[in-house]
């Protein structure tokens, strides 16, 4: 039992690597039919998680039950001019830092920015309601613990952020997805500072990664303020993905008692 617990850990530590790094090929997954999120539990058994966790993501957060903590303090970011690759997993862009990428500091402790991503439609709902895409910047600790800041997207004007890449998506959806070996852009040198706004509030709960292997103890910073990207955006972050996943959101998934809170900076109060 010991061991098969310790050959879990080590596959779940691997795919972790995976995960963040995109570099490995493992366990193929999709958002419909057989290996849709229903099923992502029984696709391999390192996904024990997307099936058994109690504590999984995303959530419907209901804004009435959120639980204002005075304790909680601005998002604390710092991120760099840092060196990125945007790369088409199947399932999801990605663009991956290569260089350091800054920090993000949650309870005293600090995360790394590894990589972000999208999904759309939006994977966490705001009283039910689902938004047209919802980014993902996944940040890690030296311990190995993930906080992700998630932002919700409406459609409106370009986002300047995806704008600066845009010629590099087009370049993304050109190349062919080859089966494990995931498609590849270099970008350079990206400015991360834009995605240091709008910190004056946001929902934070404990959850887990949305896809396998839905590892849990994730801390969820979710963005008060809706962004804007444009329709055409959307179509370009949806172009180089397989069919089976150009729906990338996974359901929202039970609370099971977990309650959510909430940040609001005075002035947003008043
Ligand atoms: C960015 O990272 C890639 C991949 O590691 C590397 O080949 C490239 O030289 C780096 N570019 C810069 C500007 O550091
Ligand atoms: C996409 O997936 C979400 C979550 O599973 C679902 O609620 C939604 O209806 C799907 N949208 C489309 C356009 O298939």
Same mark, same amino acid.
């Given at each position: 039992m010991a061991a098969l617990i310790t050959s879990l850990f080590a596959g779940m530590v691997s795919l972790l690597i995976a995960l963040v790094d995109a570099k490995q090929p493992y366990t193929k997954f999709g $958002?419909?039919?057989?290996? #849709?999120p229903a099923k992502w539990g029984s696709l391999?058994?390192?996904? $024990?998680?997307?099936?058994? #966790?109690?504590?999984?993501?995303p959530i419907n957060i209901v804004k009435k039950d959120a639980i204002r903590n005075p304790k909680f303090e601005p998002l604390a970011r710092e991120y760099k001019l840092a060196n990125a690759t945007l790369v088409d997993n199947g399932f999801n862009v990605m663009l991956r830092m290569e260089s350091d990428g800054g920090m993000l500091r949650v309870e005293g402790k600090n995360y790394t920015l590894k990589q972000m991503h999208w999904h759309s439609p939006s994977e966490h709902t705001i009283n039910g309601i689902r938004f047209p895409a919802e980014l993902h910047l996944v940040h890690l600790s030296d311990d190995g613990n993930f906080s992700v800041v998630a932002v919700l997207f409406q459609y409106g004007a370009p986002d300047p952020f995806l704008f600066q890449i845009k010629d590099r998506m087009k370049q993304l959806a050109k190349e062919v997805y080859m089966g494990d070996e995931a498609a590849r852009v270099p970008v350079g040198m990206l400015k991360?500072?834009?995605?240091?706004?709008?910190?004056h509030k946001y929902f934070r709960y404990l959850g887990s990664l949305?896809?396998?292997?839905?590892?849990?103890?994730v801390i969820w910073n979710v963005l008060g303020k809706v962004r804007e990207l444009s329709k055409e955006q959307l179509a370009e972050l949806r172009a180089p993905l397989n069919k089976e996943c150009k729906n990338n959101s996974r359901p929202t998934q039970p609370l099971n008692g977990r309650h959510v809170e909430l940040y609001e900076s005075e002035e947003h109060v008043r």
């Open positions: $958002y419909v039919g057989l290996t #849709g391999s058994p390192d996904f $024990y998680a997307c099936s058994n #966790g109690k504590h999984q993501s991360t500072k834009e995605m240091k706004k709008s910190t949305t896809t396998p292997p839905c590892t849990e103890n």
